[in-house]
């Protein structure tokens, strides 16, 4: 079955630490995106990336990095920077960057103390 | 005034209901809208496409009025499974490359 992973679904993390949440597909798309969403909130875009070894800045990437060293992988850093990171977190691929479908991973609950 | 506007709700309505969402967006020239369906604590998924004619998918119709820059959702015959939260979503950015999430309307239907 072709589709997107995020390990893990739950994430519990000490305020201070940078954690990374793993992003991977399957799907053979060029773009891939993070999201972040709050509690009543709609999506805000953090990082996308259209290609590999190729990523831009989103509407909300201060405290936050990702990578994409191989077509399936996107993974996401959360650093000590970020203020509130506390958040769920939706990984995406479409199969180009203006492609109209944005296919989602089941998401990462992360919680920070 | 933000990008994509969605009342959050929530809609409670019974079984067999219709109900309608509205969705207004700021950027005149977007030219392909979306509504997506989350269900409690999952993932986004498409729901349908929205075309300038309009379109339809059994129960569900959404239209476009580009004039007054709104979307809109209809549900016929509500099911209890239609409960969730509805996304209005609209490319924004460079070459409208990039989809822009409303906040989401929650639908809740009642037996």
């Known amino acids: 079955d072709g589709g997107i992973t995020q390990s893990p679904k739950y994430l519990f993390r000490k305020e201070g630490q940078n954690v990374t949440l793993s992003c991977e597909q399957n799907?053979?798309?060029?773009?891939m995106y993070w999201y972040r969403q709050d509690p009543g909130q709609g999506l805000r875009l953090i990082y996308y990336?259209?290609?590999?070894?190729?990523?831009q800045k989103g509407d909300i990437a201060e405290g936050y990095s990702v990578s994409r060293e191989k077509k399936e992988s996107f993974p996401l850093t959360v650093t000590s920077a970020q203020k509130n990171p506390t958040a769920f977190y939706l990984c995406?691929?479409?199969?180009?960057?203006?492609?109209?479908?944005?296919?989602f991973g089941p998401g990462t609950r992360l919680t920070v103390t | 005034r933000k990008e994509v506007e969605q009342d959050p709700g929530p809609f409670n309505v019974p079984e067999g209901a219709t109900v309608a969402f509205n969705c207004t967006y700021s950027n005149s020239a977007s030219q392909s809208f979306f509504w997506y369906r989350q269900d409690c604590r999952k993932e986004p998924k498409l729901l349908m496409s929205?075309?300038?004619s309009g379109n339809e998918d059994g129960r569900f119709t959404a239209q476009l009025n580009r004039a007054s820059q709104y979307i809109s959702l209809l549900i016929r015959d509500s099911k209890l499974s239609d409960s969730a939260t509805y996304l209005c979503v609209v490319p924004i950015g460079n070459a409208g490359n990039m989809l822009t999430f409303g906040g989401g309307t929650r639908l809740m239907v009642k037996p």
């Open positions: 799907l053979n798309h060029d773009a």
């Open positions: 929205v075309y300038s």
């Open positions: 990336s259209q290609i590999v070894n190729d990523f």
């Open positions: 995406a691929s479409s199969i180009f960057i203006a492609a109209r479908e944005q296919y």
